[in-house]
T-cell receptor, first 116, second 116 residues
Framework: DTAVSQTPKYLVTQMGNDKSIKCEQNLGHDTMYWYKQDSKKFLKIMFSYNNKELIINETVPNRFSPKSPDKAHLNLHINSLELGDSAVYFC???????????????FGPGTRLTVL | AQTVTQSQPEMSVQEAETVTLSCTYDTSESNYYLFWYKQPPSRQMILVIRQEAYKQQNATENRFSVNFQKAAKSFSLKISDSQLGDTAMYFCAFMYYGGATNKLIFGTGTLLAVQP
């Protein structure tokens, strides 16, 4: 059984389009994350949700909007796609509680987004 | 702000030999974890090993071990008896806990090639 899954794994689209990436975890974790890996392989946090509440929102353009319908799902919607949005987007999850030693983050397989 | 530095962009090792990947970090916090993640060509992010900063004993996982030097803020990964399947990008990561967020801060990665 896949612990953290993402759909789609590959996404090719034109500039200006709107697209979504979905993430689901079956680990029973309460915190989920989106990371972006750029063309140089550098990974950086974008967003984090704890029990459907946004707790991390890094300096990401507001064209990116995360949505968490429940604690097992975290989706990423991107409006008006730009060439620079081309990257691999990773979803991750953990059992994280403020002030308490936290579990490791487990990653999904990644979604390679290519904007033409 | 925390930073993570991996000074070796690429490394190569012969099968069955031992290799050490370097990582240094900078933080003023005392509550944190350190991780090594592996990213093979499949691009899946796989946890290799984790170290709690409050533990003096170095973490080990089978052929993988770390040398954690807290005062020096150094966290190197040693891979013994290297195997072809160890060929991957290795990322060192830092995570502070104790606040409302638990984001991973990654280094730039070391690309390890295991030669037959």
């Amino acid at each position: 059984d896949t612990a953290v899954s993402q759909t789609p794994k590959y996404l090719v689209t034109q500039m200006g389009n709107d697209k979504s990436i979905k993430c689901e975890q079956n680990l029973g974790h309460d915190t989920m994350y989106w990371y972006k890996q750029d063309s140089k392989k550098f990974l950086k946090i974008m967003f984090s949700y704890n029990n459907k509440e946004l707790i991390i929102n890094e300096t990401v353009p507001n064209r990116f909007s995360p949505k968490s319908p429940d604690k097992a799902h975290l989706n990423l919607h991107i409006n008006s796609l730009e060439l620079g949005d081309s990257a691999v987007y990773f979803c991750a999850s953990s059992q994280a509680r403020s002030g308490v030693p936290t579990d490791t983050q487990y990653f999904g397989p990644g979604t390679r987004l290519t904007v033409l | 702000a925390q930073t993570v530095t991996q000074s070796q962009p690429e490394m190569s090792v012969q099968e069955a030999e031992t290799v050490t990947l370097s990582c240094t970090y900078d933080t003023s916090e005392s509550n944190y974890y350190l991780f090594w993640y592996k990213q093979p060509p499949s691009r899946q992010m796989i946890l290799v090993i984790r170290q709690e900063a409050y533990k003096q004993q170095n973490a080990t996982e089978n052929r993988f071990s770390v040398n954690f030097q807290k005062a020096a803020k150094s966290f190197s990964l040693k891979i013994s008896d290297s195997q072809l399947g160890d060929t991957a990008m290795y990322f060192c990561a830092f995570m502070y806990y104790g606040g409302a967020t638990n984001k991973l801060i990654f280094g730039t990665g070391t690309l390890l090639a295991v030669q037959p």
